[in-house]
Each structure stands twice: as structure tokens, then as C-alpha cells.
């Protein structure tokens, strides 16, 4: 432990303790009185901590505000994470873990998560302990190759191009790509790459998990494409489904399902309406109804299509489908 994280260390443990005392100091830093006292005397004289020593409880404590006995105003120079946002890096971190198939998120930033535990003051164990308290349930997640993912992470900020073996589910074939990579995306548990793909000279969406081999390409340079080209082509319609045309869909739904469905967002511009019975109608532009039909099917009986009569027809046609896989 360096003699910054110990600054810091020492001033959680007295901030989250109220009063340490000298040896309890000692042995939670794993240091000598004699580095303990130059360590105090600096965070004192240096570094303006209101750091004193309260003879009746023998241990150092945090001397309150004058003007307002209630606080205690102090913050290290240098030093950015408040208590309470190392708490949620943390709960962040545990987060990428649980995304993360393979670690390789999770491998870069333990030096991090490594300090982030020794600011805070904890052992080992109580570090354990406090992750345990956050769970991440990723239902249907699709994991993607610890290297891949390495690879395009790699392309993506050095600028280079990749060459990859791609599964196209829907032809049930594999394709030979090169591509320039310009954006990850994590949509539904799944990561995605939004790239400019050279062999059709357009912006295209791959799903990381169907590459089944990648590698990098030294020249040329990845050909950059404008963020706002990138949104106005991939993110304007419904889901991870690009399109050229883009229509609205309205959707109509109970009392019951717009309970939830008021506080959930389809798309950025959806335009959601309250119904005078309780009921939501809801309008959503989509380029590709694939998966806005999921998600209206999963509704059931509590939603209604009203428009266009395209998609009217697609979703009656699916409700007919499944139920005569039941009679």
C-alpha cells in the first residue's frame, strides 16, 4: 500500500469508525508506529485533515465543522471517490463481472478494484462479503469469446481493422467480413459491434457471440465513420434491427399492462398517452418488426396493435401460429 492509499485509508477508517485508536491504526495499515505518526502529522500540518486525538474515547477522530457541529467537511487533494461512490464502483464492478463472460472486462480493472478495497478500509474477507450483496441476474445471455472481445476492444481503440469469420443466423451461414469497428454496444444481456463493414460498404450490426474467428489487420487504418451517421442509420429504429424506412407502430394496452408499461422505455422517442380508462397507447418508430413483435407477443392478451396494418396482420398471424401449435 502506497502512502496515498494509506492517506486515505487512514481518513475512511476514522470517518466510518467515528474513533480509532493508534493501534488499531497500526495494524490495520500494516505499518510502524513510527510511519503511523509521520503519516498522521503529515495528513495534520500537510494536507489540512482535522484529524485529533480524544483522550476519554484514546482515539483519533474527525473534528467537527465550527459551523455546523453536525459535519465534518474535509477531502483529500488528489483524491475523487467519496465513500459512497466507491460503494457504487464497486456494485459497478460486480456488475461487469456479471456481463462479462471470460474476466476480460473484469481482469483489466482489478489494479482498480484492488485500491478501491483499500480505501475503504476493508479486509480481505469483509471485501468478499461485500460483493456478495450485489446480484446480477442476466437471463438468456450470449456469451462472447473472452478473446474476441479482447480483439474488437482492441481494434476499436487503436483504430484498426478486423478480419472475422461471421455467422449469419439467419441464411444459417458463415461469411468472410472485414470490417472497421466504430461502436460496442450492450443491448439485452448481449454485446454487439456496430462497424463499417467492406465487403457491402455500409454500416452494419454484428452480434459478438456469432464470430467464430478474428484477427487484426495492421493497414490500412480503420475507416472512421461520424457518430451521428452511426445513430441516424442503426439507432433510429426499434431494437438492434436496422432499416432504411422507418415507420410507427400504436399500440394499445390495458389498465393492468400499462402499470408497468408507462414506466418503461421502448424507444427514445416514443410518445406514450394515458387513457382516461387507465389504459397506455403507445408509439414507437421501428425499420424492422422482428423484434418489436417479441416484444408485443410477450404481452399477450394485454396489448392490441392498432397500426400500421402491416404489422397488425404479422402479430395476428403469430397469435394464430401459436395457438394452433395447442389445439
Known amino acids: 500500500m502506497d502512502r496515498t492509499e494509506r492517506f486515505y485509508k ?29 503519516d498522521l502529522e ?11 486525538y480524544d483522550r476519554f474515547d484514546n482515539g483519533y477522530k474527525l473534528q467537527a465543522d465550527p459551523r455546523d457541529q453536525r459535519q465534518v467537511k474535509h477531502e483529500l487533494p488528489g483524491v475523487w471517490f467519496s465513500e459512497r461512490e466507491i460503494h457504487a464502483l464497486l456494485t459497478m464492478h460486480q456488475l461487469i463481472q456479471g456481463l462479462d463472460e471470460g474476466g476480460v472486462l473484469a481482469r483489466h480493472l482489478q489494479p482498480l478494484l484492488d485500491k478501491l478495497h483499500g480505501m475503504l478500509g476493508t ?57 472497421s469497428p466504430q461502436r460496442l454496444v450492450h443491448y439485452r444481456n448481449t454485446w ?20 467464430r474467428e478474428a484477427s487484426l489487420l495492421e493497414q490500412p487504418r480503420a475507416k472512421d465513420v461520424p457518430v451521428k451517421t452511426i445513430e441516424a442509420e442503426l439507432d433510429a429504429g426499434y431494437g438492434v434491427f436496422s432499416g432504411a424506412k422507418v415507420q410507427w407502430a400504436t399500440l394499445q394496452f390495458s389498465p393492468e399492462a400499462a402499470q408497468w408499461v408507462a414506466h418503461e422505455q421502448w424507444h427514445p422517442q416514443q410518445q406514450a398517452t394515458l387513457q382516461p380508462d387507465g389504459g397506455l397507447t403507445l408509439r414507437v418508430p421501428y425499420a424492422d418488426a422482428t423484434e418489436l413483435v417479441m416484444d408485443v407477443l ?18 395476428s398471424r403469430q397469435l394464430r401460429d401459436a395457438a394452433d401449435r395447442y389445439a
Not at 478473446?147 to 443466423?169: D, K, N, P
Open 298 to 315: 410477450r404481452h399477450g392478451e394485454q396489448v392490441k396493435v392498432l397500426a400500421p396494418q402491416a404489422l397488425v396482420q404479422r402479430v
Open 192 to 211: 454487439y459491434l456496430d462497424a463499417w463493414c467492406h465487403s457491402s460498404d455500409a454500416l452494419r450490426r454484428f452480434a459478438l457471440d456469432a464470430i
Open 10 to 38: 487512514i481518513e475512511m477508517l476514522i470517518r466510518t469508525r467515528g474513533s480509532v485508536s493508534f493501534a488499531t491504526l497500526m495494524d490495520e495499515l500494516g505499518v510502524s508506529r513510527a510511519t503511523l505518526k509521520r
Open 42 to 52: 503529515y495528513l495534520r500540518a500537510r494536507l489540512d485533515a482535522p484529524i485529533v
Open 123 to 179: 479486509s480481505e474477507h469483509e471485501a468478499k462479503e461485500l460483493m456478495k450483496r450485489v446480484r446480477i441476474a442476466s437471463p438468456a445471455r450470449r456469451p462472447v469469446a473472452p478473446r474476441h472481445f479482447e480483439l474488437i476492444g482492441s481494434a476499436l481503440t487503436r483504430r484498426q481493422r478486423v478480419q472475422m469469420s461471421y455467422w449469419v443466423r439467419s441464411r444459417q451461414q458463415e461469411t468472410q467480413r472485414t470490417v
